[in-house]
């Protein structure tokens, strides 16, 4: 562009081009940019080829083309023609002055236009022009369609040798890259509320059919979410309605088959400011068994956070679950009867502060969970187990923006139950551990960390033991290939035992596998493994898998279906029990 401007106002200047006005609405006209930059330039190129011609050129290209180029000894006439041997050139562009002279009026014909005879090559303009580009969505094909990006530091700034430093910019945090990166997660061996594989893994798809799309972001899935914009925040919702049959609806001991209907309505609010965020995600879903002996299953999930930019190197983030369901046999530690289990409500709240200093990033967090029981101590007529933990944990991270950033953690945390044993003997404990790990970051090919350590319960009285137990953690997510998208996920965890004078270790593994198939058909499996490790009685484990798809009719309408299995082994092979589950249903999404 530079260069054609240039030659259209030196042509404009030196011919009163916008005087006559006749080229310059010819030009105009033309469909293509550089025929009319051309014939712009040609109005101010010389009728005698002579002069035009003997300019001193200005660069080597030029030379070549004026030395193969005879001179013609005669003005050209209105009508005439080049010979075979001679040609026009535009003036030179190397910022000379010097013009040829202007075209007279017996150069142009009557008709208005420049006679046949005159041709300009323009090969060299556009030659020198430059080859305007446009964004390509398609870079990096390997690269998933991922929806979200995790929830870390973004790159700062104002690094150092940065053309684009800016002293005062935020430090952002990005999006999520997964339904469950972005929600409430425990420090220390402390059972999360809203990642709780075990606990929820009967109604655990409710985040999971909401697809996270980021305000202001535009995803390449026709199918995506539109959102509605309420004020400064997008909102998203999603009804899911399904019918079906299984062999043990109430995944139980004394469970007996027969048909069921499920719904679950989630919903996401999340700001769309240039600083700061927040964001709210709720999931309410509700079994209908239509025999058995529990005919009503709810479940209620709610997970919050806000962060506040505070500098480019530091931000705080504060955060809040609710979790409101049945209890599981795993989780308590004893096999039930479908109607003997109690509801059980956990709520949790933390505060963090993320800051750097020089290479090392840190994370200083606060938080305290709660697991209210008293619905169990109201239908046994048992000791109230509800207990609160309350958890200080430090992280200290070797440059969280390089690939591959070591890290270690440590945590202290206390529990505190609302009452004590029979006995008079005190529950309470302390919970310290310590863990190192590496994360890893390839930008949208894969991303987590994994980390291992130790952890200890120290109970208050000396009467009762104290456990030790290694712990994995683990949160990995890889995108093989485009449209393929691999997620795990491992916690471990200290859980009070029934006995109410013993600590049992809770470990959770979940591997999920989501691959979309073409632009409609998208298929999920999730392999979900459990283990309660204690000493007074024999380990029981949990197994679960589940495998279903969603086919999109049109961006507000899917069709879903599931098929699970679960598999819980109990201390005594008596109680061990299985379900086989189908389901089909509709989605709607705004």
């Known amino acids: 562009m530079p260069i054609y401007r240039s030659v259209i106002f030196r042509a404009a200047g030196s011919s009163g081009l916008f005087g006559q006005g006749t080229a310059l ?155 469950s990166s972005n929600l409430f997660q425990s420090i220390g061996p402390v059972r999360s509320p809203t990642l709780d594989e075990i606990g929820n893994r009967r109604l655990s798809d409710a985040y999971a059919s909401l697809r996270r799309l980021a305000p202001g972001i535009r995803s390449n899935d026709p199918f995506a979410p539109v959102g509605t914009r ?174 591959l950033h070591p890290f270690v953690a440590a945590s202290i945390g206390r529990r505190a139950f609302d009452k004590t044993s029979f006995g008079g003997v005190s529950r309470d404990s302390a919970i310290p551990a310590l863990r190192g790990g590496v994360g890893f970051s390839r930008g949208e090919k894969v991303s987590g960390e994994i980390a291992l350590g130790y952890a200890w319960n120290i109970p208050d009285d000396n009467s009762l033991p104290t456990i030790g137990s290694p712990t994995l953690d683990a949160l990995l997510a890889w995108s093989p290939r485009r449209g393929t998208d691999v997620t795990l996920r491992g916690t471990t965890s200290f859980e009070p035992e029934t006995t109410s004078l013993d600590t049992a270790t809770l470990y959770q593994l979940s591997l999920g596998l989501t691959h979309r198939a073409t632009a409609r058909l998208e298929f999920n499996t999730t392999l979900i493994a459990g283990l309660r490790e204690r000493r007074t009685v024999a380990n029981e484990y949990v197994y679960s898998g589940e495998a279903g798809f969603t086919y999109w009719l049109n961006q507000h309408l899917a069709l879903t279906g599931l098929y699970r299995y679960d598999r819980f082994e109990a201390a005594l092979p008596f109680n061990n029990y299985s379900a086989n589950t189908v389901r089909v249903g509709v989605r709607l999404q705004n």
Not at 288 to 306: H, I
Request: with cysteine; charged share 25%; net charge negative.
């Open 25 to 179: 609405s010819m030009a105009v006209r033309l469909r293509y940019r550089a025929a009319a930059c051309g014939l712009l330039a040609a109005c101010s190129l010389s009728a005698y080829p002579t002069r035009a011609m003997a300019q001193e050129p200005s660069g080597p290209e030029e030379q070549t083309d004026l030395a193969d180029t005879p001179a013609p000894t005669a003005p050209l006439s209105a009508g005439a023609r080049l010979s075979s041997g001679q040609r026009l050139t535009a003036p030179p562009l190397s910022g000379s002055e010097r013009l040829a002279p202007p075209l007279s009026s017996s150069d142009i014909g009557q008709s208005g236009r420049i006679d046949d005879g005159l041709r300009l090559d323009v090969d060299a303009l556009r030659r020198s022009a430059p080859t305007p580009s446009l964004p390509d969505d398609t870079t990096n094909p390997g690269l998933s369609r991922r929806e979200n990006f995790r929830d870390t530091p973004a790159l700062r700034t104002g690094d150092a040798g940065s053309d684009t430093a800016q002293p005062h910019a935020p430090r952002r945090a990005a999006e999520p890259d997964a339904p």
């Open 230 to 403: 309420i004020g400064s925040f997008m909102g998203y919702l999603t009804l899911d309605q399904s019918l079906g049959a299984s062999d043990n609806l109430t995944a139980s001991r004394d469970g007996v088959s027969g048909f069921f209907s499920q719904s679950t309505l989630t919903g996401r609010l999340v700001s769309d400011w240039s600083r700061h965020e927040a964001e709210l995600n709720v999931a309410a879903t509700y079994r209908r068994n239509m025999s058995g002996p529990v005919k009503d299953e709810p479940q209620v999930d709610a997970d919050g956070r806000v962060r506040i930019d505070i500098s480019r190197d530091m931000t705080a983030v504060l955060r809040g679950a609710v979790s409101f369901s049945r209890e599981d046999d795993l989780t308590v530690g004893a096999v039930q009867d479908a109607a003997a289990r109690a509801d059980r409500l956990r709520y949790s709240m933390s505060a963090e502060l993320q800051n750097r200093f020089g290479r090392f990033d840190t994370v200083t967090t606060l938080q305290a969970v709660r697991d209210d029981l008293s619905d169990r101590a109201q239908r046994t007529n048992s000791l109230d187990d509800s207990f609160t933990t309350y958890t200080a944990g430090l992280k200290a991270t070797l440059d969280e923006r390089a690939p």
